[in-house]
């Protein structure tokens, strides 16, 4: 009887594996991709709506303050990010806070969050 609980038991965990790792989308490669957006910064934008010409300022002292900068376009949030350890994003966002921006990166999805590893960023129109 205790073996065929075991069994069973042993037989429940390895079908359930699939399932735990379900939600732990691995990175991958991403795909390049060139991005029209507006930079926002993320605690302002998220939490009040706050965006816009009206609201640079704020968005500059927020991210030199280290609150995240990313990419509002098309309805979706992207995250810029960098593949090497302690390469903070902001400055390469900075000096377009709540403007228009045109860049191009690796665009990965990893459990729901767009991210864009940045390698152009420029001014749009």
Do not use: W
Not at 56 to 71: F, M, T
Not at 85 to 109: C, M, W, Y
Request: overall charge positive.
């Amino acid at each position: 009887m205790l073996k065929s609980i075991l069994a069973s038991t042993a037989v429940l965990a390895f079908l359930a594996l699939p399932l735990r790792l379900q939600g732990q989308q691995a990175a991958g490669h991403g795909e390049e991709v060139t991005i029209t957006g507006q930079v926002i910064d993320m605690n302002c934008f998220t939490t009040k709506g706050a965006s816009g010409a009206g609201h640079k300022e704020c968005a500059e002292a927020c991210a030199k303050a280290g609150v995240p900068l990313a990419i509002l376009s098309g309805g979706m949030i992207y995250m810029p990010v960098s593949s090497n350890p302690g390469d903070p994003q902001n400055s390469k966002l900075i000096n377009f806070a709540e403007g228009k921006v045109k860049v191009t990166g690796t665009h990965r999805i990893v459990n729901g969050l767009h991210t864009i590893e940045i390698k152009t960023v420029t001014a749009a129109t």
